[in-house]
């Protein structure tokens, strides 16, 4: 089966905080994908990486960043977390092209910032 | 600006009736979609995908079809069960570039 992990459920932070959230995958995916979910808006995308070292900004970049080092690993920095940054973060993964496109998602992170 | 539309919102039904979830979008371009299931609080599920030279894909008791054209999906789900009861979003992708353009869901209740 597929695995797409991120690193916790549930996180609680303080503004102003410098937050990582992690994200594994263990099928040799070349895609990762961050996105953020929120009540009415539905799923928004922050950044994407096709490949390692490699960042492209989603709709809603602003006051994240992502690092892609090695290929199964795609991480989502908030900077200076802010209250509005309070929201579910899911991570994703697919294969870059072929038949089978399909993404896989994580079970997702719950982020408060207080 | 793509935008995907899921009809109905919400949607209760007793156990073991068809039916039919909608997902209409505006650009009839799109590569592949992808239908996907959510349960409260947790991460996405995928049930079907289609790739845009199919019709259709079937899964059990699900199937997706997909008419380009006219810019819609369906998700026909047969013979209910209260286990059914999630979220479900479709997913298209328009630029080939597998960045998925999200609708807000339809949220499924299967009464017992």
């Known amino acids: 089966d597929v695995k797409v992990t991120q690193s916790s459920r549930y996180l609680v932070k303080r503004t102003g905080e410098k937050v990582f959230l992690e994200c594994v995958q263990d099928m040799d995916h070349e895609n990762m994908f961050w996105y953020r979910q929120d009540p009415g808006l539905g799923l928004r995308l922050i950044y994407f990486s096709y490949d390692v070292k490699m960042k492209e900004k989603g709709d809603i970049p602003e006051g994240y960043s992502v690092s892609r080092e090695k290929k199964e690993r795609f991480s989502l920095i908030l900077e200076s977390a802010s209250t509005n940054q309070t929201s579910m973060y899911l991570c994703a993964s697919s294969f870059l092209g072929g038949a089978n496109t399909e993404a896989f998602f994580g079970q997702g992170t719950r982020l408060t910032v207080v | 600006k793509q935008e995907v539309t899921q009809i109905p919102a919400a949607l209760s039904v007793p156990e073991g009736e068809n039916l039919v979830l909608n997902c209409s979008f505006t650009?009839?371009?799109?590569?592949?979609l992808q239908w996907f299931r959510q349960d409260p609080g947790k991460g996405l599920t995928s049930l079907l995908l289609i790739q845009s030279s199919q019709r259709e894909q079937t899964s059990g008791r699900l199937n997706a079809s997909l008419d380009k054209s006219s810019g819609r999906s369906t998700l026909y789900i047969a013979a209910s069960q209260p286990g059914d009861s999630a979220t479900y979003l479709c997913a298209p992708d328009f630029s080939g570039t597998y960045k998925y353009i999200f609708g807000t869901g339809t949220r499924l209740k299967v009464l017992a």
């Open positions: 650009d009839s371009a799109i590569y592949n």
